[in-house]
């Protein structure tokens, strides 16, 4: 019992933090994507489901023994259709009621049956409770799925019209053009083809070539940034430094430190040129170059090297103090 109070408390943890998820700000969503939270409650449904079913197998058995076969006279049979009612004095072993039974025609059944006489048992009852919790778990769950899939396509990148989506990517190849120093091109994946989660990049370009994707997420927050002047701190800065990074690829940068070193510096610009305060755009970026190391940890190539510093080789201003 308390194992299951403990899994109700927790569904009821993830409802709260799915209505946090939705509702509340777009840093959430942007450190927890969709698919995140989706997967959250499909293995708390299943835990839920798979406990359940486990507990209902350590229960007891209460249903009537040999020995109360024998002395009742039931013949064969596990019992699960039987019921052991007090009569008085007496304890009379009837057929379970079924919803039209009438229970005083069963007793008196069982008063006038010989010792030794089987009870006639009902065909088997077909065990719905399994099946039932089951049903629950998968509605939920593509419950969840369902809003989760409109809340996105509503709010999220999809959410804009064609022509603001439109607008916003003609802007982004804009700037992206400024830093690669030629014309090239930006696209937001929305299909997931070529960036994403599954592919673990949030934007991707050839070397030397004039396209490239970013994920929706960070088309997004770059719009909200350069048509709305919203700030959304570490997300917006990772987007600037994202946008950056693939332009300095068509430029053809290689290196991927070295590139993220250069976008670390051009997202400056970038910010400001979006809508950011000078103070503001150079504090993000710098809040990017301290987190680099921590958030290449699992992808080395993408470290920025010792010479990203003011002064050092890689710096693209060596005539200003300021870094980046």
């Avoid at 007496?90 to 059944?109: G, H, K, S, T, V």
């Avoid at 010989?114 to 049903?135: E, F, H, I, N, W």
């Avoid at 490239?212 to 701190?233: I, K, S, V």
């Avoid at 090297?305 to 890689?314: H, I, M, Q, T, W």
Wanted: net charge negative; aromatic share 8%; with cysteine.
């Amino acid at each position: 019992m308390a194992s299951r109070r403990h899994l109700v408390a927790v569904r009821l943890a993830l409802v709260a933090f799915v209505v946090l998820w939705l509702l509340g700000p777009a840093a959430l969503r942007s450190v927890f994507p969709v698919w995140f939270v989706f997967l959250l409650a499909v293995g708390l449904e299943l835990h839920f489901f798979l406990g359940a079913r486990r507990a209902s197998q350590r229960l007891p058995d209460r249903r009537p023994q040999e020995a109360d076969r024998e002395r009742y006279g039931f013949g064969g049979g596990d019992g699960d259709d039987l019921l052991l009612v007090r009569d008085g004095d007496e304890d009379l072993w009837i057929r379970r009621p079924e919803e039209d039974d009438d229970l005083e025609e069963l007793l008196a059944a069982a008063r006038e049956r010989p010792a030794g006489a089987p009870v006639r048992r009902p065909p088997p009852r077909r065990r719905r409770s399994r099946l039932r919790g089951l049903l629950v778990a998968v509605m939920v769950v593509a419950a969840f799925g369902v809003g989760a899939w409109l809340w996105q396509s509503y709010t999220g990148w999809s959410g804009l019209d064609a022509d603001e989506r439109a607008a916003a990517v003609a802007r982004f190849s804009e700037e992206a053009s400024v830093i690669a120093g030629k014309p090239v091109q930006i696209r937001c994946d929305e299909g997931g083809e070529h960036v994403g989660a599954v592919q673990r990049a949030d934007g991707v370009a050839v070397v030397g070539g004039t396209l490239a994707y970013l994920t929706p997420e960070r088309c997004l927050d770059l719009y909200r940034l350069a048509f709305r002047g919203e700030d959304d701190g570490s997300q917006t800065a990772r987007s600037l430094a994202v946008l950056a990074h693939e332009a300095w690829h068509l430029r053809g940068a290689r290196d991927e430190g070295t590139t993220e070193c250069y976008a670390l510096q051009s997202a400056v610009a970038l910010g400001e040129r979006l809508g950011l305060e000078s103070g503001r755009a150079r504090q993000l970026m710098r809040q990017q170059l301290t987190e680099n190391a921590l958030r290449t940890r699992g992808s080395a190539q993408y470290l920025v090297p010792a010479d990203c510093r003011d002064g050092g080789s890689l710096d693209l201003d060596a005539d200003d103090s300021r870094f980046p």
